[in-house]
């Protein structure tokens, strides 16, 4: 059970800026969060004002990621889609998921910022944590494929 704690709780901290919404409007997890890091109101109104700011861009840049991997995937399924298209669409998905993965950085910058060298240690550790359990599950799924699921 704790490897599947800490894996959540790392899924979480890649969702920091969640930690600072309404306890009503999340699901626990980025609370439990919150609470690890010992989060100030001060922080929790600056990760909220961040992530406010950043969440119709974070949002177009998804979905446009996401428009151009189907596009690339449906075109792959066909047969007769010359290669130049193909190199195109990729190109295109490339390029939607660097932006995606850019925005989503200087969002995390900003809300690193605002936390403490001691609250920065503690995502890191706790991110290290959950590495770790993901790969040993991740081995034992391999061991026994009854585990996948």
């Known amino acids: 059970m704790k490897p599947l704690?800490?894996?959540?709780?790392?899924?979480?901290?890649?969702?920091?800026?969640?930690?600072?919404?309404?306890?009503?409007?999340?699901d626990g997890r980025s609370g439990r969060i919150a609470q690890a890091l010992n989060?100030?109101?001060?922080?929790?109104?600056?990760?909220?004002s961040i992530r406010?700011?950043?969440?119709?861009?974070?949002?177009?840049k998804r979905d446009a990621a996401k428009q151009a991997q189907a596009s690339l995937r449906a075109a792959l399924r066909e047969a007769d889609t010359p290669e130049a298209?193909?190199?195109?669409?990729?190109d295109k998905a490339s390029a939607a998921q660097i932006e995606m993965?850019?925005?989503?950085?200087?969002?995390?910058?900003?809300?690193?910022?605002?936390?403490?060298?001691?609250?920065?240690?503690?995502?890191?550790?706790?991110?290290?944590?959950?590495?770790?359990?993901?790969?040993e599950r991740l081995r034992h799924s391999r061991l026994d494929p009854s585990l996948v699921g």
Do not use: N
């Open 101 to 135: 993965l850019l925005a989503r950085r200087v969002a995390r910058q900003q809300v690193q910022a605002v936390l403490t060298p001691e609250q920065r240690e503690k995502i890191a550790e706790l991110r290290g944590m959950a590495r770790e359990g993901r790969r």
């Open 85 to 90: 298209q193909l190199r195109a669409l990729h």
């Open 52 to 60: 406010e700011t950043h969440r119709a861009e974070l949002l177009l």
């Open 39 to 48: 989060l100030s109101d001060a922080q929790r109104t600056s990760i909220r």
């Open 5 to 26: 704690l800490w894996t959540t709780l790392l899924l979480c901290l890649a969702i920091l800026p969640l930690a600072a919404q309404p306890e009503d409007a999340r």
